[in-house]
């Protein structure tokens, strides 16, 4: 079994994000943490202060990887912000399909008291630009949260199969991209 200094806390982290993703919130135990990066439980306290810190930085490691994906792809200064817009939703989209629970614990009720504010800007910085763009700089914001709102209440309830109605529902999607995208967009954008 590895020593306590052998372990380091972003193998702490990174395990206790597979461990959200396979076992949920309820299996994410700093027992079954420490069983996975091969020490005792009370090591991993020399790390962290309790789960809810745990959960914080499980939380802030989502955060930041959706941030990098977002920002991957609307690297070109003179992308046309229209499909920019659908290529982060897009992205959005893919990254709650392959990390539902990390995806869940960054929009869940009760999670800005855990959301590191730098690391939120940086994952957001894409969306607002792109959105500045559409919407002009005085209603970036405004423009995000929509988009941002839109994009998690349909992901939510798609990953939840709230949608039973039938129909295609990467159609939908994509409808509700356009829509949203003309909603925002200023005259002429």
């Known amino acids: 079994m590895p020593t306590p200094e052998r372990t380091s806390l972003p193998d702490i982290v990174r395990v206790a994000g597979e461990l959200l993703e396979s076992e949920g919130l309820q299996g994410l135990t700093m027992q079954a943490v420490a069983e996975r990066v ?25 955060v930041q990887d959706l941030g ?40 869940a009720p009760g999670a800005e008291g855990r959301l590191n504010p730098s690391s939120l800007a940086a994952a957001s910085a894409s969306v607002v630009r792109v959105a500045g763009q559409l919407a002009g700089d005085q209603h970036a914001l405004e423009a995000a949260r929509t988009v941002t709102a839109w994009i998690n209440g349909f992901v939510s309830m798609e990953l939840a199969g709230a949608f039973h109605l039938g129909g295609d529902v990467n159609q939908a999607f994509e409808f509700g991209i356009a829509r949203l995208t003309e909603a925002i967009a200023r005259p002429g954008e």
């Open 38 to 62: 091969g020490v005792r439980a009370p090591s991993l306290y020399k790390r962290l202060r309790n789960r809810e810190e745990l959960l914080a930085l499980v939380q802030d490691a989502a």
């Open 68 to 107: 990098m994906r977002l920002d991957a792809v609307v690297r070109e200064p003179d992308q046309d912000p229209r499909c920019a817009l659908g290529e982060l939703a897009r992205t959005a989209r893919q990254f709650a399909h392959e990390r539902p629970a990390g995806f869940r614990l960054i929009f």
